[in-house]
């Protein structure tokens, strides 16, 4: 296979393209009439190493380059690359944007890149990128960015030029050589991310159409995807240039002639360094579980020789479970509120053949209408996707809303959450549609996974819809006779998922008692009910590393279902700042704190407390909402601290902006409120808990102590796992990725485990 690199900054020259302009006379022409200046005197003055010059005259030649390759054999090439500005002369050659438009897209791009200020960039040569990131770890130095991973023992730092200076000495102790960069800024690092979010909104402006060939991406290493060409140019400036994973990726689809296309041989010699340090790749294995390797080390206890394929990732759990969902895996990424769990993150799963629920708890019903646009315009046919169905205790006028839609929009598979009893918008999702086959079995169309930490709401989503419920149903014409005797026949879920001890809403339940009992559960109801499909039980919470997945299925898990550690993600729908701090946290950073949709019930909800005062502040108004009767009670000094620290406003402005919500979605809520002064009180204190978590959605720098951040200890073990690895940072986490290399190294420890327990008995 043929595949075309075009190399980025660093490989103009002075007097470059000076032939090609001469032949190109009308494209070059074409170009400065965009640019407004001379391409041919920017590439023989000083100008040329200005990066809002460089990039549009290194495009220009880069394009001219492609041009006359064409010309020359006649044909496209098997896919292409590019580094950095490289890659927008890629997506030019597969068609993606005309000439014009791409050298619209590099002056701005330049411009944008050309204001930054404040920082620099230094190669490291000599040394592996773990190694390195190993070293700053040590000098406690955690604000400098890996801007491009160039070969295995070539990459360039980014960020504060003192930092940059700091950690010379200590990388060069090293082994390594370390070469201050002559830029005007810390390129492809998180602080270019006002030069991203400005470039995404001018990208607006645009309209690209899909690649002719394969393009890969520098912010993934993947193949670009129908659709995303935007978000990914817009990501690409903060993002790492993951120049040694686009080549093993390259490298494992088969054999690849690579030619530069551009001024000089950068690039040559980066793929010749990637080549002599990567194995040969092997054949492709008959089920593929991953989209392309990704370099994650093993669990450390896992030392034994693996066997070859008694267990593999696509063999854990459930075949029916797999099957059900059209998915390659039995692992479920679960839902998280306020969208974290993102459209960008379900797409993401869905096209890996893999299943993501949407976040919609606190998202309003216009937003998730879009996101459900969105994301079935995305996905192919057969691509799996769900969305989370979140008990509302008191708008159940909500719940009943978003079913409405639900079905409206013919979404098949729910994630239901927080039920403690069966309501009747829950029991027409899972029962309308239901119809009998030719064989006699009742074929019911949309799925419902129940997540569960009780027996006794366990015990509802196994047993059929109630009676009550079917008939209320059928007298409001939301469901058919037939529909509602056919009921009878099916359990409310098929899939049972335990959510022992988590992030956000938890009983804290314990994995190794929780399950088994469920199971117990789940097979005396089948026997009593006879239920002719099998209730498939996973199982959720503390799930991060291969070994606690291990265990999962070791109990009998269909599936597994994460939560935490994937908020930590790029498609995660929360801000920088948390994702920044989320990467950081250890197994004891989570502690529980109240919960704040259920306040006044006393529930509880799992959050970090790693540098945040939210979970000490949060405790403190529960229990003065158990000490005081009203707001007016609070002694003065208690009301000064909640008014001048806690809610940085007066309480007055609290209630009034939580009478003007209520106003909208409850007007009873008001009236209550006004009659009862301690509820009052728990809606001005419940305020406190919707504003923290504004506060971390939307990344406040100036509040970031007061970020209520739901998360379980998973995370924790997780980043222990992949520390020291590319995926210590969560730029280089993909939802995906993270699953499919879960599942692989459970698949690996349970082998290595299986065969000392050989070893033992023989």
Known sequence: MTTLVFPGQGSQKPGMGRELFERHATLVARAEAVLGYSLREVCEDDRLHQTQYTQPALFVVNALHWLEWREREGREPDGAAGHSLGEYDALFAAGVFDFETGVRLVRKRGELMGQARDGGMAAVIGLAPERTREVLTGLGVDSLDVANDNAPTQHVLSGPKPDLERVAPALQAEGAKVVQLKVSAAFHSRYMRPAREAFSLFLREFSFASPRFPVISNVEARPYED??????????????????????????????????????????????????????????????????????????????????GVIRADSLGSKAFREAYGVRLAYVAG?????????????????????????????????????????????????????????SFERPAREEQLVELLLRHGVRNIEAAAFLRLTPALVRFRV????????????????????????????????PAPESL???????????????????????????????DSGGHTDQGVAGALLPAMMMLRDRMMAEHGFKTRIRVGAAGGIGTPQSAASAFIMGADFILTGSINQCTVEAGTSEPVKDLLETIDVQDTTCAPAGDMFELGAKIQVVRRSLFFPARANRLFALYQQYESLEALDGQTRKQLQEKYFRRSFEEVWEETRRYYQRVDPSMVELAEREPRKKMALVFRWYFVHTTRLALRGDREQKTDYQIHCGPALGSFNQW???TPLASWRNRHVDEIACKLMEGTAEHLERQLQLLRGAAG
């Not at 839902?335 to 998202?363: H, P």
């Not at 209320?472 to 335990?498: F, Y």
């Open 227 to 308: 659709g995303r060409v935007a978000e990914l140019l817009a990501r690409q400036i903060d993002s790492p240039v993951r120049w040694t994973d686009t080549v093993r990726y390259l490298l494992a689809r088969g054999e690849q002639h690579f030619e530069e296309v551009g001024p000089g041989q950068v690039l040559t010699g980066l793929i010749r360094q990637v080549r002599k340090a990567s194995p040969p790749p092997e054949a492709p294995a008959p089920v593929s579980v991953a989209p392309a390797p990704v370099a994650v080390a093993p669990a450390p206890v896992t030392t034994a020789p693996v066997s070859s």
């Open 335 to 391: 839902s998280m509120y306020k969208g974290i769990s993102s459209k960008e993150l379900v797409v993401r799963m869905g096209r890996a053949g893999l299943i993501g629920f949407l976040g919609t708890g606190g998202v309003a019903l216009e937003q998730i209408e879009s996101d459900l646009r969105d994301i079935q315009s995305r996905l192919r046919p057969g691509e799996a996707y769900g969305v989370n169905l979140l008990h």
């Open 432 to 463: 309308k549609g239901l119809r009998r086959r030719a064989d006699g079995l009742v074929e019911a169309p949309h799925k419902v996974l129940a997540k569960v930490s009780r027996p006794e709401v366990a015990l509802l989503f196994m047993s």
């Open 470 to 500: 079917l008939e209320e149903l059928v007298r409001a014409g939301h469901l058919t006779s037939e529909e509602a005797r056919l009921a009878r026949e099916v359990p409310m879920a098929e899939d049972i998922c335990v959510e022992s």
């Open 722 to 724: 992949v520390r020291g």
